[in-house]
């Protein structure tokens, strides 16, 4: 059992003043395996102002002693990679087919913006005016529980290298891979105020940070309706905002693509993170003349997906990382067949062998319409909506279809014709046949996926203010 009773505030681990506290569980398992104490509103408050006194003098330092702060960061989160994948694998039940990727991304992401900083012009010219880009003041970073050690790296990252002291309120149920972090965090010697970190429940912590008049910008990854709750709490001070929300990606197969390679891409990018992921290519869109086809392939390469415990290596996809989330994927699994679509595979209940853990079966519905509410909210489970289309126009109208514009994804062989097709997809980023990730492209998303981006010199203005001095 792990007891987790200590917040970080101005450089130091200090018992919260709240005396709430909630369980931790395994979801391979249901056990629970610890207890974490939940900071309050004046833990939160004293986080501020730490942040606050922190910052005239952090926002000075230089280019080069940030660029060290970054380096130093990422040697001490890389020192402990296998404890931060075990802490990952147990409270929420990565599979290794996630972990290998994130735990290395997440020590990564303190050197990429390092590089990203060391290239960085801070002053430049425009006409009689010298333009220099400031930052934007102290900054609250709200995290979610499906990628919790990567969101709280990259925003930390994001605010070292742009000179903002920042305060963390990372997920609740992700205390066990959060103080493990924070534990690499404080070894790389940051001076005192500069970061924050206070486990507290979204409606207790999250909002005073939303509302505090001295947070001046609030970067937040999370669901749809939690970030529409944040831009109201922010607007009466008139905080910056950067919101990663909700998505339901098109997953577009082309008439022109290799299933070979296609199929497995599309499945990899459908059950990403065991489908609890905003990116997630939920919706996979195929012609018409070639869906027997396309279904008989998904039916055939999915039907051998291992769903299990993070330490069997073929695991595909994990647990549902709680009792209410797998009870909601359960619920749009038995919407879907109510609404009229077909299983093609997967549907109600554990898989085979499973008879404990938030386990969901792999499920692919077809007939499925556009309409239906499988194919337009986010389920954020393995659960994936195949629909039909004719032509390409039909593909395009269907793929930007959706209150969501965060991620698709193109299948085919005519690159010239896929880089076409993205140009007029309504979304933030576009991969093309499985491409790895680039940590310097710009992410975030349009409509109600967002505002703002997130990675590389985009990331880091969205820190920065630009202030004219005109002679």
């Not at 909630?22 to 004046?42: M, Y």
């Not at 010219?125 to 609250?140: C, D, F, K, S, T």
């Not at 991620?407 to 980023?429: F, N, W």
Request: aromatic share 6%; charged share 20%; with cysteine.
């Amino acid at each position: 059992m792990r007891d987790i009773d200590k917040i970080y505030i101005d450089g130091q681990f200090v018992t919260p003043q709240a005396n709430e506290t909630a369980d931790l569980h395994n979801p391979s398992t249901e056990e629970k395996i610890g207890r974490v104490r939940l900071g309050g509103l004046q833990d939160a408050q004293e986080a501020v102002a730490a942040a606050k006194r922190a910052f005239p003098a952090f926002s000075r330092t230089t280019k080069a002693e940030r660029i060290d702060m970054l380096k130093r960061l990422n040697a001490a989160v890389a020192a402990r990679v296998s404890d931060l994948t075990e802490a990952m694998a147990l409270e929420y039940g990565a599979p290794q087919t996630f972990t290998r990727f994130a735990i290395p991304h997440a020590a990564s992401s303190f050197l990429t913006m390092a590089n990203v900083l060391e290239g960085y012009e801070f002053e430049r010219r425009m006409g009689r005016a010298r333009v220099v880009m400031q930052p934007v003041g102290v900054a609250a970073a709200i995290t979610p529980w499906n990628s919790n050690i990567g969101f709280i790296t990259s925003k930390l990252a994001t605010a070292i290298a742009a000179g903002s002291t920042i305060v963390i309120k990372p997920s609740e149920m992700s205390a066990i891979q959060t103080q493990v972090l924070v534990e690499c965090l404080h070894e790389a010697g940051l001076p005192k105020g500069v970061l924050n970190i206070v486990n507290g429940l979204g409606n207790v912590v999250g909002a005073e940070l939303s509302r505090h008049p001295d947070i001046a910008k609030v970067t937040f990854t999370g669901s749809t309706a939690v970030g529409r709750e944040i831009l109201h709490g922010a607007a009466d001070t008139f905080k910056r905002v950067t919101l990663e929300l909700g998505g339901k990606g098109p997953n577009i197969i082309l008439d022109d693509a290799d299933l070979d390679v296609t199929i497995p891409a599309v499945l990899r990018m459908g059950f990403i993170n065991s489908g609890q992921a905003c990116i997630a290519g939920t919706r996979v869109l195929v012609p018409k003349h070639r869906l027997a086809e396309v279904l008989g392939r998904l039916k055939q390469e999915v039907e051998p997906f291992k769903v299990g415990a993070p330490d069997d290596p073929d695991t595909m996809i994990g647990p549902m990382v709680s009792q209410k989330q797998y009870d909601r994927v359960q619920s749009y699994i038995e919407l879907g067949t109510r609404e009229g679509a077909s299983l093609l595979t997967g549907g109600l209940g554990r898989p085979t062998g499973l008879d404990r853990g938030w386990f969901a079966k792999p499920t692919i519905f077809t007939n499925v319409d556009t309409r239906m509410r499988i194919a337009r909210e986010e389920i954020f489970g393995p659960v994936l909506s195949v629909i039909a289309y004719s032509d390409e126009g039909e593909a395009v109208s269907i793929a930007n279809d959706t209150q969501y514009g965060l991620q698709a994804y193109l299948h085919g062989t005519d690159t010239a014709r896929m880089q076409t097709l993205a140009d007029r997809l309504e979304c933030g980023r576009v991969v093309v046949n499985g491409a790895p990730h680039e940590p310097l492209a710009p992410f975030g998303g349009l409509k109600q996926s967002g505002i703002g981006r997130e990675y590389g010199v985009f990331g880091l203005e969205a820190f920065l203010e630009p202030k004219a001095v005109v002679a």
